[in-house]
T-cell receptor, first 112, second 111 residues
């Protein structure tokens, strides 16, 4: 079962605003991944993080692997309408490299 | 780039029908997975396979079976479709310890 707590569950923001979402767990992860799912499509990988403390950017997206290895956050700067979708965090538990554990997702709506 | 192709984007089936959902990948990945996605429940693992003819139950295997006769193809079978199996079904592949690559999904409606 799921062991990742992702928040918030949903967000409504104005175009141009920054967005932040995070995932926490009581378990240690050795990899964190962030996916985006457009309406009616499958999730697509945005950012992968492999080391505690790692901070990685992909355009307007920035994600960090928490120092404790139990959390991660994703920031989106200057949101645009095409940022709409569901964002999932996912991770490999320490000692596992095959089965991803997924968060429940953050539904992002960007208002013009 | 890895391509994961799910045979149908939308399916409508009747209760009691046997339903086949097909997933084909073109990059020789060893590991393949089937998930269902429902509002408020996130992604739930149905079955997975780490090799040809190998299959393992995920978190919600009841009412489903799978087949992996060839490395590139992983089929999900609903033996007797029921309305509570109406959902979005997602196939994913993985090589080594990398992230998953997902297909575009099949939205199944059972009436």
């Amino acid at each position: 079962g799921q062991q990742l707590n992702q928040s918030p569950q949903s967000m409504f923001i104005q175009e141009g605003e920054d967005v932040s979402m995070n995932c926490t767990s009581s378990s240690i992860f050795n990899t964190w991944l962030w996916y985006k799912q457009d309406p009616g499509e499958g999730p697509v990988l945005l950012i992968a993080l492999y080391k505690a403390g790692e901070l990685t950017s992909n355009g307007r997206l920035t994600a960090q692997f928490g120092i404790t290895r139990k959390d991660s956050f994703l920031n989106i700067s200057a949101s645009i309408p095409s940022d709409v979708g569901i964002y999932f965090c996912a991770g490999f538990l320490s000692g596992s490299a095959r089965q991803l554990t997924f968060g429940s997702g953050t539904q992002l709506t960007v208002l013009p | 780039d890895v391509k994961v192709t799910q045979s149908s984007r939308y399916l409508v089936k009747r209760t009691g029908e046997k339903v086949f959902l097909e997933c084909v990948q073109d990059m020789d990945h060893e590991n393949m997975f089937w998930y269902r996605q429902d509002p408020g429940l996130g992604l739930r693992l149905i079955y997975f396979s780490y090799d040809v003819k190998m299959k393992e139950k995920g978190d919600i295997p009841e009412g489903y079976s799978v087949s992996r006769e060839k490395k590139e193809r992983f089929s999900l079978i609903l033996e007797s479709a029921s309305t509570n199996q109406t959902s979005m079904y997602l196939c994913a592949t993985q090589q080594g310890g990398g992230g998953y690559t997902f297909g575009s999904g099949t939205r199944l409606t059972v009436v």
